[in-house]
């Protein structure tokens, strides 16, 4: 079975500065991988998906992930963060051939002026 | 294009009592989600629709829950009787077919008392 492990809970960034957020999952087959955001009060919006091909995937608001397959990790990052970035940020991860998300248990990013 | 609709946005029972959630999907989508969001922790899948057909309520706690969508569009999820452990946000999701994007409603945040 899968599994999606996001250590930090929280993390808090001043604006402008650089901000990584971990991601590492388990599973013994191959699989798909995720980032979702949520805003306050809104569903979930994916962000970036590694399907295969490039390892590294970019969203269009400047975030980007890599897939590490020996480390077993997909960290999100961005190499500068806005107010407007304070969000919910949960991994996720799918067995090749299944549709069915496994999510980690969310990281709230919290940028300060 | 709408998004997918859920309503209410926020519930507050007293135990025992039941109640109800609805979800409207994006039109054209055949797969529909519901999930469980407990406070601090990822979403995770109670049950999923082709069309009008459950195809994994592997996760569905049946005795209490139901779900349905009679038309194959929106769906209806009841938890009868509620428990105080069931105060969590019942998310809603939906896709065009299974294995294409998942697209989230804002969620019902439900509180038992």
């Known amino acids: 079975a899968q599994s999606v492990t996001q250590l930090d809970s929280q993390v808090p960034v001043f604006e402008e500065a650089p901000v990584e957020l971990r991601c590492n999952y388990s599973?013994?087959?191959?699989?798909?991988l995720f980032w979702y955001v949520q805003y306050p009060n809104q569903g979930l919006q994916l962000l970036l998906k590694?399907?295969?091909?490039?390892?590294l995937v970019e969203s269009i608001n400047g975030f980007e992930a890599e897939f590490n397959k020996s480390q077993t990790s997909f960290h999100l990052r961005k190499p500068s963060v806005h107010i407007s970035d304070t969000a919910e940020y949960f991994c996720?991860?799918?067995?090749?051939?299944?549709?069915?998300?496994?999510f980690g248990t969310g990281t709230r990013l919290q940028v300060f002026p | 294009e709408a998004g997918v609709v859920q309503s209410p946005r926020y519930k507050i029972i007293e135990k025992k009592q039941p109640v109800a959630f609805w979800c409207n999907p994006i039109?054209?989508?055949?797969?529909l989600y519901w999930y469980l969001q407990n406070l601090g922790q990822g979403p995770e899948l109670l049950i999923r629709?082709?069309?009008?057909?459950?195809?994994?309520d592997s996760q569905l706690p049946k005795d209490r829950f139901s779900a349905e969508r009679l038309k194959g569009v929106d769906s209806t999820l009841k938890i009868q009787p509620a428990e105080l452990g069931d105060s969590a946000v019942y998310l809603c999701?939906?896709?065009?077919?299974?294995?294409?994007?998942?697209?989230f409603g804002p969620g019902t945040r439900l509180t038992v008392l």
């Open positions: 999701a939906s896709s065009l077919t299974a294995y294409n994007e998942q697209f």
């Open positions: 599973s013994s087959v191959s699989v798909y």
């Open positions: 590694y399907l295969s091909g490039s390892t």
């Open positions: 996720a991860v799918s067995e090749r051939g299944t549709d069915k998300l496994i």
């Open positions: 039109s054209g989508h055949n797969t």
């Open positions: 629709y082709e069309n009008e057909e459950a195809v994994d």
